[in-house]
């Protein structure tokens, strides 16, 4: 029982970093569906930074700058040049893909993974659960979502950015610089997605082609299914993240298909868009640019 | 403003200048921005621009089997562009075409599978179209129907539909009908189209076939649709003024939840391209990324359907290039910019057009009453949220 609930705050990390990221993107009124594309790139960066630093620590740092510099690209393009944020969106997820692929050859002349970095607790599985309990990014990650709620609701910061994100002209006329909220929210969203990639790249001390392998949509889905709370953000994380370990768990007594698993975090947020489990209300101005 | 009511001749050929100017104009500015990105790639891979980019032409366009896989490849992003498009003159954006461009080869396949041998080619072949078009509708239903009903962001629930059809197709061919250690299922018994090596042998090798007729068909048929019909108009009306067009007799929740089957039903009939035309069975994963590609092909496009098919000619010179050059430079580059093209299209289109109205309204060319409404505007309170009414004598 206290290895499941391990391995499902294990699992839940990368969607805590990463939704907490959507959340403060989304409530500031800038679709984050660039979280994927911002998780890759982290992962891509923080197994360059690791490997030529030999420091995992210094690879966080070099997986959150390359966040950063992704996010000021989405922010320059969807806030400075009002550019539509879903083609932006994507194209930001095709780009990451692209540049860690094209850099992979670069740097490691290999077109599927790095060689093994330095990294925090045992590579393998099979190393004994308790030992993701060593890694400092588990707990970060739960840390860092409570800092954003309270960032969110108890510092002025989050009021502008609620703000930004529900009323951007009523915000404009009482003189919140609603683009500058938005341009920081963007960038915090970048960090810590990336702090997911990190955590992946360093978890399994490699980067591989793809590894976030969609991680960044189903944290997305965990912002949309938490109605853009971080409490519930993190329940519906966690909820996704035992939902996996339960199929990990059962794979051996093929109880239930494997393809059912990976559906359920997607089916439950179409399920809460329409409305049949409370509606989830998005942020009023969500997806709207501002002058 | 009032319009003007004796208009110079000379107006009008302004005003088509004016018109060339803007779509030509931006997609151009995007391209210069991403061919310079390519140059710093290539040149930080220790290649030359001229060598890479010489080899992309010959490789593509430079011989017929290159310029075969560059038509195949246009033929399926021709049905996702033209999917997206369609979906964009009524205000949605459809981002599920992959997992429909999916489900519209699957059950193509189903049915060309279930079919007896010998069945005739006429009743087989329309048979799957009418399977690919069912298949891909139905993804794009659900989206659509939620759209009208709930008012759910078609954004998000297509992006999540994506994922929950890829899946469920995965597990149908993986526990019951896949070829054993393969992912595809059995080749289909009737329905194949023939390729355009059996008619220009020149061609051998490629995967280019007698679909590509189809997709150009599809293209003509959209653009008949969209500028001829009535429904078509209200489909327009309901994209530029949602408000308006309810206003107007027009439901407009209708009109969503029918563009998104339609704009469904295209992106799945291009999954013929590859089942009818190419390998005559399903596989995973064979849509790779042609429903993403169909958003930056109908952006490029300018969301118009002969736009559709010169920008699918793109993308897919693009990425048969990426295979050309892979000795020079890693593939991956043409990944890179694409996404390029994306974000330069996205964010010059309105950029180059502000710059060029701004142009316009300043030097008196185009719409004189235009240049004197900019003009009036600039002197108003800031307050105003109205312009200052015309008061010239």
């Not at chain 1, 690879?59 to 989405?74: D, E, P, R, T, Y």
């Not at chain 2, 151009?28 to 980019?53: E, R, T």
């Not at chain 2, 004189?368 to 309170?381: D, L, V, W, Y």
Request: proline content about 5%.
């Amino acid at each position: 029982m206290i290895a499941f609930l391990i391995q499902t705050l294990r699992i839940a990390t990368p969607y805590l970093f990463a939704a907490a990221g959507g959340i403060v993107s989304e409530r500031a009124g800038i679709i984050a569906l660039t979280l994927e594309g911002f998780m890759l790139t982290g992962a891509f960066c923080a197994a360059l930074g690791s490997y030529y630093s030999g420091s995992p620590w210094l690879g966080i740092v070099a997986g959150a700058a390359g966040g950063l510099l992704a996010a000021l690209l989405h922010a320059l393009a969807t806030i400075r040049y009002r550019a539509d944020q879903v083609v932006i969106g994507i194209a930001m997820n095709l780009l990451a893909v692209g540049v860690t692929r094209f850099f992979l050859r670069l740097a490691f002349d290999s077109s599927s993974n790095s060689p093994r970095i330095p990294g925090f607790g045992g590579a393998q599985v099979q190393s004994g659960v308790f030992s993701s309990l060593a890694n400092p990014l588990v707990w970060l990650g739960v840390l860092n979502m409570v800092a954003v709620g309270w960032l969110l609701y108890r510092t002025p910061f989050g009021l502008r950015v609620r703000a930004a994100g529900e009323k951007p002209e009523a915000a404009l006329s009482v003189g919140v610089p609603v683009r500058r909220v938005r341009w920081l929210a963007v960038a915090v969203s970048g960090a810590c997605a990336a702090m997911a990639g990190s955590y992946l790249a360093l978890d399994q001390h490699q980067f591989t082609d793809g590894m976030t392998a969609g991680r960044g949509f189903i944290a997305l889905a965990a912002v949309i299914f938490g109605k853009w709370d971080p409490k519930r953000v993190t329940i519906a994380c966690l909820l996704f993240a035992a939902a996996e370990t339960m199929q990990i768990r059962l794979q051996s007594l093929q109880l239930v298909p494997s393809q059912f698993v990976e559906m359920i975090p997607y089916v439950l947020t179409i399920i809460a868009l329409a409305g049949v489990v409370g509606r989830a209300a998005q942020p009023a101005a969500l997806g709207k640019a501002v002058d | 403003m009032t319009p003007p009511t004796d208009r110079p001749a000379s107006d009008g050929v302004a005003r088509v200048r004016a018109h060339i100017e803007e779509s030509i104009l931006p997609p151009l500015v995007a391209l210069v921005i991403a061919a310079v990105v390519g140059d710093v790639l290539i040149i930080i891979f220790g290649q030359s621009p001229g060598d890479v980019y010489r080899q992309l032409l010959e490789g593509t366009w430079g011989n017929a089997y290159g310029f075969g896989q560059v038509i195949y490849k246009a033929t399926t992003l021709t049905f996702t562009g033209l999917a997206v498009a369609l979906g964009i003159r009524a205000g949605l954006f459809n981002i599920g075409a992959e997992s429909q461009l999916a489900s519209g080869g699957f059950l193509a396949a189903l049915v060309g599978l279930a079919m007896p041998r010998g069945t005739p080619a006429v009743v087989a072949v329309v048979a799957c179209l009418l399977a690919a078009a069912a298949g891909g509708g139905a993804v794009g239903a659900i989206p659509g129907a939620l759209k009208a009903r709930f008012g759910a962001s078609e954004v998000i629930v297509t992006i999540m539909l994506n994922f929950v059809v890829l899946a469920l197709l995965n597990y149908i061919v993986a526990a019951h009908i896949h070829v054993s250690e393969t992912l595809h299922t059995p080749e289909m018994n009737a329905g194949a189209l023939p390729r355009l090596t059996s008619v220009f042998p020149k061609f051998a090798g490629s995967a280019a076939n007698t679909t590509f007729l189809l997709a150009i068909a599809a293209a003509a048929g959209v653009w008949w649709f969209l500028f001829k019909t009535r429904p078509g108009y209200e489909l327009r009306a309901v994209g530029l003024q949602p408000d308006a067009a309810e206003y107007g007799g027009v439901r407009v929740g209708t009109v969503w939840a029918k563009t998104m089957i339609l704009s469904g039903m295209l992106a799945g009939l291009g999954g013929l391209n590859y089942v009818l035309g190419y390998k005559h069975y399903y596989e995973e994963g064979f849509a790779g990324g042609s429903g993403f590609l169909g958003i930056a092909v109908a952006l490029v496009g300018r969301n118009h359907p002969v736009g559709v098919v010169i920008a699918a000619l793109l993308f897919a010179t693009l990425s048969q290039g990426g295979l050309a050059v892979n000795a020079l430079v890693p593939k991956q580059m043409v990944d890179v910019l694409t996404a390029v093209v994306i974000i330069a299209v996205a964010t010059a289109v309105p950029e180059v057009r502000r710059a060029l109205a701004a142009a316009r309204s300043s030097s008196g060319i185009g719409n004189r009453e235009s240049g004197i409404a900019e003009s009036a505007r600039t002197q108003e309170p800031p307050n105003s949220r109205f312009p200052i009414p015309d008061s010239r004598p």
